[in-house]
């Protein structure tokens, strides 16, 4: 086997132009998701009357069915939704010119939100009641309570959870790929079909990808140390 | 032409989709049970720290869950009849199935081997000091203390890696594997449906996944019946 | 002035209070005391609506509840009236010491920052833990984590302070360091409330003891009285077992 190695860096030249695209299709979801989560996640626990089970469905929905199917539900039937309320309605908006990363955005959103809100929910759950107890002996709300004691808490408590969920929607981005969107896989691929050289190719992107991890995974070690620094106890 | 969207078809589909769940689940099948074994291979070097294996074992899940499944798949279809003429085995002709089986199993092992070390070294020391008190050697305290203790630690995580395998293998048909999502594909061309497809099938996972996470409760409560139930707070 | 009305409450189908009638004075503290399942902490939780009761009135100061028909708001400005002190303490572990202490004021009585630093100052200097102001609970010890928790509790200035086993949960040779921070602010003529076994403190700062079985108030009275001459056949079971207990500490420590 002939592994082209200078290839390789020409290759990588190339395909790490794709990664902004990459991270706009893993930070984007990731900060939508939250706001979804925490709202999600505090229905959940307080079983606000209504939207209690509709959040319920949300979540095992989302959670239970692969993110393909989502990018791909979103990417065909939101055009159709939209052409449908623009003819009611007499709007002029032309599904087709609607830019298909905003599909994939939404679908890996709803994904996002559905999979953090759990992350945030256990989180909250693991705080020990003590602390709301004591929040509301004080005199908080209950929104207070939560705000200001307990969710601080769960999040810090929750970063390696959180880190997970980054590299995993890091890697999910790929799929994007598969409706042409040129990140990072995208754009290997291009690579490998213009040139014929396939294996160099894909190692580059994964070599990408490795490295993107890698320094995730450094940044979240070092984040976490400094979040629960409260936790460590020490002089006395 | 009929209509755009016509919700019928989600259940006409069904059927078709449902005739292929099978390929789905032997791939899954397949991919775990490797997947077991690769794992515990993978875990031993781990855990009695042996020099050279150990650091390729921590290479090797490194770089599995550093990732995409998607860039494993191409890296396997494309790589492994590479590596295998350097042998002169020619696989060119492989059906693509099985080079998805060899990725999900890898891919797995490397998920498996890393619940596998964390279950054991969870199982509490005292359980190991008190075999070794009543006078059991080594190879008795893992086989009849840790082990059962581990399995039983390891339940939930090996669960939701099974449930996550199995959403994976919807990414099988990007090397042309004829599994359920790939019928899907050719009812598509046929029917210009998509949307009513990919709902079809996101029924179907659905279904599939909500059985399973009931039959894994159902087994981690039965593994559990020793433990103990929760305190709770006196008045 | 503390005024509870019929209080009943049950978990799971067994009744835990079986129709509570207190009144409590400005100024009084009162101790209750009771074998463990006879409801003593969960009338205290009720007082700051931690546990809500099914039925009955309470009163702390001007506000008036009925707890069948409580709103949020009701029991909120009731729960404003008193401050408690937990057995486990209960510090906001991300917050420092004197931030412990100032949230209280600054988020539930809307005092200014400035301010709320100043008064959470003075009142951790009276429990000794000046030196500590910018320390996280978790680099303290029992003793003065719940030294904190009696400042958060003191610095909101409330009608009465619930005290709920300080001093359970302590290493024995930290009891006295918290006991005297107590005893001192009973001194000083705030209303207390207090579950505990400490029975040096009932005896020594008690205005009232109250001694609860099962459910009910089976006997109240002056510490010399309770403890002296107790009236009822339980109290004097509860009293003796106590102090067969406290008969044999000395000699356990003798043997060792």
């Known amino acids: 086997m002939t592994i082209d190695l200078p290839f390789i860096w020409i290759a990588f030249k190339e395909i790490i132009k794709s990664l902004p695209t990459t991270l706009i299709l893993t930070i984007v979801p990731l900060l939508v998701g939250f706001l979804i989560g925490i709202i999600v996640a505090l229905v959940r626990i307080y079983k606000t009357r ?18 393909i199917m989502h990018i791909m539900v979103i990417y065909y039937g939101i055009p159709l939704l939209v052409d449908q309320v623009s003819l009611k309605f007499n709007l002029n908006i032309q599904s087709s010119k609607i830019p298909i990363i905003l599909f994939v955005l939404t679908a890996l959103s709803l994904a996002a939100g559905a999979y953090l809100s759990e992350i945030i929910r256990s989180g909250i759950i693991s705080v020990s009641t003590g602390q709301l107890e004591a929040a509301y002996s004080v005199g908080m709300t209950k929104l207070q309570a939560m705000f200001r004691i307990v969710l601080p808490q ?36 291009i690579v490998a079909s213009t040139n014929l050289k396939f294996l160099e190719a894909f190692i580059t992107a994964g070599i990408i990808y490795w490295g993107l991890t890698i320094i995730v995974e450094g940044i979240s070690f070092l984040l976490e140390k400094r979040v629960t620094s409260y936790s460590r106890g020490g002089v006395s | 032409m009929g209509k755009v969207f016509d919700p019928l078809l989600i259940i006409e589909f069904l059927p078709t989709l449902l005739h292929y769940l099978g390929v789905t689940l032997e791939i899954l099948a397949a991919s775990i049970f490797l997947g077991l074994i690769i794992g515990v291979a993978a875990a031993i070097p781990r855990l009695f ?70 279950a054991i070294r969870a199982v509490d020391k005292g359980q190991t000091e008190a075999a070794y008190s009543v006078g059991m050697t080594s190879t008795q305290n893992f086989f009849r203390i840790v082990l059962p203790q581990a399995l039983r630690i390891a339940f939930p995580n090996m669960a939701n890696s099974v449930i996550g395998s199995l959403k994976d293998t919807s990414l099988a048909f990007s090397i042309g594997v004829m599994d359920m999502v790939g019928r899907g594909d050719t009812l598509i061309s046929a029917t210009a449906h998509a949307l009513e497809v990919y709902i079809s099938l996101s029924i179907i996972y659905y279904a599939v996944v909500l059985l399973f996470e009931k039959i894994f409760n159902k087994l981690e409560k039965h593994f559990n019946r020793y433990q103990s139930a929760d305190i709770s707070v006196a008045a | 002035m503390i005024i509870l009305k019929d209080i009943k409450k049950s978990f799971n189908k067994s009744q835990v209070l079986r129709g509570i009638n207190l009144k409590i004075n400005r100024g009084e503290v009162v101790t209750i005391l009771g074998p463990s399942g006879s409801g003593k902490t969960t009338l205290l939780r009720c007082l700051n609506f931690l546990e809500r009761p099914e039925a009955g009135i309470v009163q702390i100061g001007n506000i008036q509840v009925n707890a069948k028909n409580a709103t949020k708001k009701d029991m ?90 300080p001093t359970s949960a302590l290493d024995p040779e930290l009891v006295g360091e918290v006991l005297s921070v107590i005893k001192e602010i009973a001194q000083e ?8 076994h400490e ?3 009932a005896k020594e700062v008690s205005d009232r003891v109250l001694f609860m079985d099962g459910g009910v108030i089976v006997e109240e009275g002056t510490p010399w009285e309770i403890f002296h001459a107790p009236k009822e056949e339980r109290t004097r079971r509860f009293l003796q077992r106590i102090s067969g207990e406290s008969f044999f500490a000395p000699l356990k420590e003798q043997v060792n």
Do not use: C, W
């Open chain 3, 76 to 165: 909120l400005s009731v729960r404003k009236q008193s401050a408690m002190v937990f057995q486990h303490y209960n510090l906001f572990a991300h917050k420092t010491v004197v931030e412990n202490v100032m949230e209280g004021l600054v988020v539930a009585k809307k005092v200014k920052k400035k301010d709320a630093r100043m008064i959470s100052e003075k009142v951790l200097e009276k429990v000794g833990l000046s030196d500590k102001l910018h320390f996280y609970p978790s680099q303290l010890s029992g003793g003065q984590q719940q030294r904190v928790g009696i400042a958060r509790a003191l610095a909101l200035n409330p009608e009465v302070i619930l005290f709920d086993e």
């Open chain 2, 49 to 118: 720290k042996i020099p050279f294996l150990n650091q390729l074992v921590i290479l090797y899940v490194s770089f599995i869950r550093g990732t995409p499944i998607l860039i494993q798949l191409f890296l396997v279809f494309y790589g492994l009849p590479a590596i295998l003429m350097i042998f002169d085995i020619d696989i060119s002709k492989l059906e693509a199935i099985y080079f998805v089986i060899i990725t999900y199993a890898i891919s797995n092992g490397a998920s498996f081997s890393e619940i596998f070390r964390g």
């Open chain 1, 154 to 189: 769960a999040l810090a408590q929750s970063v390696p959870n959180f880190t997970n969920t980054f590299v995993g929607f890091l890697h999910t981005s790929s799929i994007a790929f598969l409706v042409s969107e040129k990140e990072l896989t995208g754009a290997a691929n």
């Open chain 1, 50 to 67: 209504f939207v209690y089970q509709a959040a319920n469905g949300y979540v095992s929905f989302f959670r239970g069915t692969p993110i």
């Open chain 3, 189 to 196: 003529g705030i209303t207390m409330v207090v579950v505990t």
């Open chain 3, 199 to 201: 029975m040096s403190f």
